[in-house]
């Protein structure tokens, strides 16, 4: 059986997901002929340069206007033109589906969604689609020609419960959760893993992300960074700045400040995340879907910061309003957010008790299994 996964470079979110299915599927049915494409950069090299680094620099730069972007792109003349768009580029996606004839062809983007279900409702391809939504609150994008897409996998019932309000046959639509890379499953040794990064046993452990995929809202990320260092006790941190240099520099300088350098510890890219999340009791984070969906999964309680306009607030107030994160709003003073939650043994546990309505840690194995299933028997 041939199986593509589109994905598309906006964000890190689609490309993660799909690799993580990707993964998966290739040691569990290594009879599967598979390929990882980005749909966006196949169909138009340039046109997916230019307007990724316009959605990087938007949503860094200009975050207001990407939200206002994400909402207009919900109905109306711009979510017209994205559409009639996608419908033109599906023409030179063609020329691959034709090449790859593939049996199952997996989106983790609406963009490949839209051009795939076109194609089918024009009769130039026949295989089955599957749609794999990458945040916790539904957008239009996602759902256009949803009537010639087989299978929508998505974060939560409530999702679900959204999809079939728009006339979307149940039995097409799965709560499964974000795909998650495996080892998110995996059992670490807690003191081992606290010894090799100098931690010590007898402090929660707040686990920051403070680089974000655009390095957006900076200054706002340093002060909560700061106040976190400065005013609160007993507790150890691991700062992530990924690969923001500048913001590296900057946590460090913190660090010296205070002299903090046996509790704080200053890290750039790692790929050492599941080990991370196992022994730490918070996560300071932005809330894209696929880290929120490896803390949900790790049972973390969240700290959200810096959420873009559009996706990433919506995802913001959907958990705070499970009671599992709390959102720290621009005018909200840092110190007192902290202790409020890490002076409040019993607030920390029921945010992460809490996670237990939404944690999908198996959704990787679920989506696999329910696709290889009504694949094989189609």
Same mark, same amino acid.
């Given at each position: 059986?041939?199986?593509?996964?589109?994905?598309?470079?906006?964000?890190?979110?689609?490309?993660?997901?799909?690799?993580?299915?990707?993964?998966?599927?290739?040691?569990?049915?290594?009879?599967?002929?598979?390929?990882?494409?980005?749909?966006?950069?196949?169909?138009?090299?340039?046109?997916?340069?230019?307007?990724?680094?316009?959605?990087?620099?938007?949503?860094?730069?200009?975050?207001?206007?990407?939200?206002?972007?994400?909402?207009?792109?919900? $109905?109306? +003349?711009?979510?017209? =033109? %994205? #559409?009639?768009?996608?419908?033109?580029?599906?023409?030179?996606? &063609? @020329?691959?589906?034709?090449? $790859?004839? +593939?049996?199952?062809? =997996? %989106? #983790?983007?609406?963009?490949?969604?839209?051009?795939?279900?076109? &194609? @089918?409702?024009?009769?130039?391809?026949?295989?089955?689609?599957?749609?794999?939504?990458?945040?916790?609150?539904?957008?239009?994008?996602?759902?256009?020609?949803?009537?010639?897409?087989?299978?929508?996998?998505?974060?939560?019932?409530?999702?679900?419960?959204?999809?079939?309000?728009?006339?979307?046959?149940?039995?097409?639509?799965?709560?499964?959760?974000?795909?998650?890379?495996?080892?998110?499953?995996?059992?670490?040794?807690?003191?081992?893993?606290?010894?090799?990064?100098?931690?010590?046993?007898?402090?929660?452990?707040?686990?920051?992300?403070?680089?974000?995929?655009?390095?957006?809202?900076?200054?706002?990320?340093?002060?909560?960074?700061?106040?976190?260092?400065?005013?609160?006790?007993?507790?150890?941190?691991?700062?992530?700045?990924?690969?923001?240099?500048?913001?590296?520099?900057?946590?460090?300088?913190?660090?010296?400040?205070?002299?903090?350098?046996?509790?704080?510890?200053?890290?750039?890219?790692?790929?050492?995340?599941?080990?991370?999340?196992?022994?730490?009791?918070?996560?300071?984070?932005?809330?894209?879907?696929?880290?929120?969906?490896?803390?949900?999964?790790?049972?973390?309680?969240?700290?959200?910061?810096?959420?873009?306009?559009?996706?990433?607030?919506?995802?913001?107030?959907?958990?705070?309003?499970?009671?599992?994160?709390?959102?720290?709003?621009?005018?909200?003073?840092?110190?007192?957010?902290?202790?409020?939650?890490?002076?409040?043994?019993?607030?920390?546990?029921?945010?992460?008790?809490?996670?237990?309505?939404?944690?999908?840690?198996?959704?990787?194995?679920?989506?696999?299994?329910?696709?290889?299933?009504?694949?094989?028997?189609?």
């Amino acid at each position: 059986m041939k199986v593509l996964i589109f994905y598309a470079s906006y964000g890190g979110g689609h490309l993660n997901a799909a690799r993580s299915i990707d993964s998966y599927l290739r040691k569990t049915s290594p009879e599967l002929d598979i390929e990882l494409i980005d749909c966006m950069k196949y169909v138009n090299i340039t046109l997916e340069k230019i307007t990724t680094a316009a959605y990087r620099q938007m949503a860094k730069k200009l975050p207001w206007a990407w939200g206002r972007i994400y909402s207009d792109s919900q $109905k109306g +003349p711009l979510a017209h =033109i %994205s #559409t009639r768009s996608n419908k033109i580029l599906a023409i030179k996606l &063609l @020329k691959l589906l034709r090449e $790859k004839n +593939p049996d199952l062809i =997996i %989106s #983790t983007h609406p963009f490949g969604s839209q051009m795939c279900s076109y &194609l @089918k409702r024009k009769g130039k391809i026949n295989c089955k689609i599957a749609t794999i939504m990458t945040d916790f609150a539904p957008h239009a994008q996602w759902l256009v020609g949803n009537s010639h897409t087989d299978y929508f996998f998505v974060a939560h019932d409530k999702m679900k419960e959204y999809l079939i309000s728009k006339d979307i046959p149940e039995e097409k639509i799965y709560a499964t959760g974000i795909p998650i890379s495996e080892r998110f499953l995996s059992s670490f040794d807690r003191e081992e893993i606290l010894k090799s990064f100098g931690l010590q046993n007898n402090l929660k452990t707040v686990l920051f992300f403070g680089g974000g995929e655009f390095g957006l809202g900076k200054t706002r990320t340093i002060e909560i960074f700061e106040s976190l260092v400065h005013y609160i006790e007993n507790i150890q941190i691991i700062a992530i700045s990924g690969k923001n240099e500048k913001m590296k520099t900057f946590f460090d300088d913190v660090v010296a400040r205070y002299k903090k350098e046996t509790t704080v510890k200053v890290l750039s890219f790692t790929d050492k995340v599941p080990e991370l999340m196992s022994i730490a009791d918070l996560v300071v984070t932005k809330p894209g879907g696929l880290t929120t969906s490896e803390s949900l999964a790790c049972h973390l309680p969240m700290v959200i910061i810096n959420p873009i306009p559009g996706q990433e607030e919506e995802n913001a107030e959907f958990l705070e309003s499970n009671g599992i994160a709390v959102w720290l709003k621009k005018h909200d003073n840092p110190k007192i957010v902290f202790q409020e939650i890490l002076s409040n043994p019993e607030k920390l546990t029921q945010m992460r008790t809490n996670t237990n309505k939404l944690a999908k840690p198996y959704s990787t194995k679920t989506i696999c299994d329910i696709l290889m299933k009504k694949v094989d028997i189609l």
